[in-house]
């Protein structure tokens, strides 16, 4: 089975902190991607990579930035975060080609910011 | 551009009735379109998946959906509900060939005795 960790299922930070959330899958898929999720909003793509070192923004980009070193890893780092960034965040990943887009969700990190 | 519209914000059914969850969406290409299921404080987990094979897709926990796309819907259903189905339902779709995934905002099914 795919699994897809994350290093932390709550988080408390404050204002202007910066803030780092990791996500490692053990099965080898190139793609990896970052969502937050809100009540009544569904899932927003905030980052998402198809390889390493390379990345691409998504719908919701801006306040964040991630880092793709390591096939298996992939990090969400919140430069200066903001109280409007307290939400679940959600990792991802999926295989390019076989599986038609099918993504293996982690458990989600809780971030509230103070 | 895609998008997905779920019609309803929350569904409340009885238990052994059947589940209706509504689903439009609107893509530029012939789409992939899932549907995702998340029990509460827990991940996201795939119920079911369209790729452009048969219409009628079979998941998992006896779920089920049609893919019309005169009527550009992927509604899913269950004959008859069980309390652990109660959980939020996220309605996904993906353009052919690319990774992305454009969620809908999720529709809540309650269960009730």
């Known amino acids: 089975d795919v699994k897809v960790t994350q290093s932390s299922r709550y988080l408390v930070k404050r204002t202007g902190e910066k803030v780092f959330l990791e996500c490692v899958q053990d099965m080898d898929h190139e793609n990896m991607f970052w969502y937050r999720q809100d009540p009544g909003l569904g899932l927003r793509l905030i980052y998402f990579s198809y390889d390493v070192k390379m990345k691409e923004k998504g719908d919701i980009p801006e306040g964040y930035s991630v880092s793709r070193e390591k096939k298996e890893r992939f990090s969400l780092i919140l430069e200066s975060a903001s109280t409007n960034q307290t939400s679940m965040y959600l990792c991802?990943?999926?295989?390019?080609?076989?599986?038609?887009?099918?993504?293996?969700f982690g458990p989600g990190t809780r971030l509230l910011v103070l | 551009a895609q998008s997905v519209t779920q019609l309803d914000s929350h569904v409340s059914v009885s238990e052994g009735t059947p589940v209706l969850l509504r689903c439009n969406y609107s893509s530029s290409y012939s789409p992939s379109l899932f549907w995702y299921v998340q029990h509460p404080n827990k991940g996201l987990q795939l119920l079911l998946k369209y790729t452009s094979a048969a219409t009628l897709v079979k998941g998992i926990n006896g779920f089920e959906a049609e893919f019309k796309k005169s009527e550009t819907s992927f509604h899913l259903t269950k004959p008859s509900a069980h309390m652990s189905d109660a959980a939020e339902y996220f309605c996904v779709v993906s353009p052919s060939g690319y990774s992305t995934l454009t969620f809908g905002k999720g529709t809540m099914l309650l269960v009730s005795p």
């Open positions: 991802a990943s999926s295989r390019t080609s076989g599986s038609l887009g099918t993504q293996y």
